[in-house]
T-cell receptor, first 115, second 116 residues
Framework: AQKVTQAQTEISVVEKEDVTLDCVYE???????LFWYKQPPSGELVFLIR??????QNEISGRYSWNFQKSTSSFNFTITASQVVDSAVYFC????????????FGEGTQLTVNP | DGGITQSPKYLFRKEGQNVTLSCEQN?????MYWYRQDPGQGLRLIYY???????QKGDIAEGYSVSREKKESFPLTVTSAQKNPTAFYLC???????????????FGAGTRLSVL
């Protein structure tokens, strides 16, 4: 069975600090996909990134970067020079190739960036 | 504008009443999903549909029902059998790829359901 754990329930930082959100997953499939979504106070989930299990290259998009390590089953998300607009709940999610379209979400990390 | 529209934004249910949450998408996506979000918890899958006139139960389907008569619409009914319906409900859609789960799910803005 697939499982996603986001151990950090809440993180609070001051603007311009770097912050890393942790995500650890469990799966028995060799082919799977990992996702990060952002949920701002408005409630709608916004897609940030998708990775497949065969692509361990780290990715950078502006102030966002992702570190995928199969050896530790982790897919961590770092925000560099955080801004107040980054305040949101961030979800990590997993789908296995054999589960079709079903996403399993972690419980989310509430990030608060203070001015 | 292409996207997913959920209505209403807020909904109140009286005890013993069935209520229906609307979800419409104009993204031409084949697959649609309903999730429930409780405070401090992740999203849990209620029902999903990969094609018109077909749907499958998710992890917490009891007390809910759905229909998929049109590709663009996937309404969710919260029945009186759902004893704890107060939650935030999110609808999503994705393309359906035969080559694998190319399934970035795109979400609506949600419906917040409360019990009177």
């Amino acid at each position: 069975a697939q499982k996603v754990t986001q151990a950090q329930t809440e993180i609070s930082v001051v603007e311009k600090e770097d912050v890393t959100l942790d995500c650890v997953y469990e799966t028995r499939d060799t082919t799977y996909y990992l996702f990060w979504y952002k949920q701002p106070p408005s409630g709608e989930l916004v897609f940030l990134i998708r990775r497949n299990s065969f692509d361990e290259q780290n990715e950078i998009s502006g102030r966002y970067s992702w570190n995928f390590q199969k050896s530790t089953s982790s897919f961590n998300f770092t925000i560099t020079a955080s801004q107040v607009v980054d305040s949101a709940v961030y979800f990590c999610a997993l789908t296995e190739e054999t589960s079709g379209s079903r996403l399993t979400f972690g419980e989310g990390t509430q990030l608060t960036v203070n001015p | 504008d292409g996207g997913i529209t959920q209505s209403p934004k807020y909904l109140f249910r009286k005890e013993g009443q069935n209520v229906t949450l609307s979800c419409e998408q104009n993204l031409n996506h084949d697959a649609m999903y309903w999730y429930r979000q409780d405070p401090g918890q992740g999203l849990r899958l209620i029902y999903y549909s990969q094609i018109v006139n077909d749907f499958q139960k998710g992890d917490i389907a009891e007390g809910y029902s759905v229909s998929r008569e049109k590709k663009e619409s996937f309404p969710l009914t919260v029945t009186s059998a759902q004893k704890n319906p107060t939650a935030f409900y999110l609808c999503a859609s994705s393309i359906q790829s035969s080559t694998g789960p190319l399934n970035i799910q795109y979400f609506g803005a949600g419906t917040r359901l409360s019990v009177l």
